[in-house]
Each structure stands twice: as structure tokens, then as C-alpha cells.
């Protein structure tokens, strides 16, 4: 399949070791970001998701963090594995009572996982 | 469950064309959004419909539209096709409430011509 996001930051990680991919996110009124995992070729892929009155939340291996302070978001991965291998968007849903599904992308970070 | 299914995958249009992508929602999903992935622009939200009823729209010209049936699929029509209308075009789908998780399909990958 094609590639997308040519000129992404890219963070490369020796397999076993945690990684952590850090957002930026905009809008100081957003009450739910996800973070998903897009491989070559198909469609991003949900990973894990944290609503604006939380500042943590665990997964299987993953875990995000939400400074609302700072507007930053981060997702941990515990014990990367090659087929962590892939480009990750973070991503926040504005707040409208719930009544949008429109999400803002970030441009995203390309996850490279060294064996 | 079968996830969201997009049709056709790929496809090949000249320049002035227009264009017709297919989305299916998860059963029982009453919201499908559309957007648009570049590797200059990266995801760019095009539009939402919930109900048959677009909710929100984006930032893009008129010649993009959309709309959805009474079993919550969701057809996106882009006329007069240009060179930068190439892209990857995502379907997302969900329930539609507050809280819900927002899923992705495969995409559907357009190149003009």
C-alpha cells in the first residue's frame, strides 16, 4: 500500500523498550482524545482513548496521559514490539454536548521499532 | 462484527471526473464521518451525518458532499475532480452519543489523473 505523512517525526526505539509519543493538542474546550495506530495501507487503527476529567488511563501495554494545563497528551508503550511498528496520531473530539463526532488530527509520529 | 467496509478501494479518475465512495458502518452505528488524508494536509475532517442528517461539516469546497441512508451507510460524491482530490478517504463510524469510540475503515485510495 501507499504511505501517507512523508515528513513525519520519527522515533526510533530498540524492541523491548518503552516508548512514549507526545501530542500538542489545541483547543483548551476538548473533551475526549484518542490516540490510534495507522500501518502502511489501511486505516487507522483505535488504540486507546481518555476523556477531559481523567489525567491517566491504562490499556494492554499502553498507557495515556492528559495535561490539560499544558495541552498535552502522551501514550506509552510498555515492552515495544516490531509490530508496534507504525505512524500514530493523536487526535481531540471538541466539546458540543456530545453532538459531533469531528475529530482534530495531529500531523502524527512515525513509531520505529529496532529489533 | 464486521468492521467498516469501504468500496472501492482503489480507484483511478481523470481530472473533471466525479467520484463516488461507499461507506457501511458498523451494525448498529447511527454516525458516519468522512476525511480526507494527504501527505501535506495529513487527516482533514470533511463532513458527519448522523440519521441521514449531516451534523458538521469542514473546510472544504462545495464540490465535496455526502449523505446517508435510512440503514446508516453513507456515500461521499466529490465532482469536477482535481489533481490535488488525490488522497486516501477515510470513513469513520460509531454510535453517535457522548463518549463513543470512533472507528476507522480501510480507506478508499483515489488518485486523478
Known amino acids: 500500500g501507499e504511505s501517507v505523512g512523508l515528513h513525519l517525526p520519527t522515533l526510533s526505539v530498540q524492541e523491548g523498550d518503552n516508548s512514549i509519543i507526545n501530542c500538542a493538542y489545541s483547543?483548551?474546550?476538548?473533551?475526549?482524545f484518542i490516540w490510534y495506530k495507522q500501518e502502511s495501507g489501511k486505516g487507522p487503527q483505535f488504540i486507546i482513548d481518555?476523556?477531559?476529567?481523567?489525567d491517566k488511563r491504562q490499556g494492554q501495554r499502553v498507557t495515556v496521559l492528559l495535561n490539560k494545563t499544558v495541552k498535552h497528551l502522551s501514550l506509552q508503550i510498555a515492552a515495544t514490539q516490531p509490530g508496534d511498528s507504525a505512524v500514530y496520531f493523536c487526535?481531540?473530539?471538541?466539546?458540543?454536548?456530545?453532538?459531533?463526532?469531528?475529530?482534530?488530527f495531529g500531523t502524527g509520529t512515525l513509531l520505529a521499532v529496532q529489533p | 462484527k464486521a468492521g467498516v467496509t469501504q468500496t472501492p478501494r482503489y480507484l483511478i479518475k481523470t481530472r473533471g471526473q466525479q467520484v463516488t465512495l461507499s461507506c457501511s458502518p458498523i451494525?448498529?452505528?447511527?454516525?458516519v464521518s468522512w476525511y480526507q488524508q494527504t501527505p501535506g494536509q495529513g487527516l482533514q475532517f470533511l463532513f458527519e451525518y448522523f440519521s441521514e442528517t449531516q451534523r458538521n461539516k469542514g473546510n472544504f469546497p462545495g464540490r465535496f458532499s455526502g449523505r446517508q441512508f435510512s440503514n446508516s451507510r453513507s456515500e461521499m460524491n466529490v465532482s469536477t475532480l482535481e489533481l490535488g482530490d488525490s488522497a486516501l478517504y477515510l470513513c469513520a463510524s460509531s454510535t453517535g452519543t457522548a463518549g463513543n469510540t470512533i472507528y476507522f475503515g480501510e480507506g478508499s485510495w483515489l488518485t486523478v489523473v
Open positions: 483547543n483548551s474546550a476538548s473533551d475526549y
Open positions: 481518555i476523556r477531559s476529567n481523567m
Open positions: 487526535a481531540e473530539r471538541m466539546a458540543r454536548g456530545g453532538a459531533t463526532n469531528k475529530l482534530i
Open positions: 451494525s448498529g452505528h447511527r454516525s
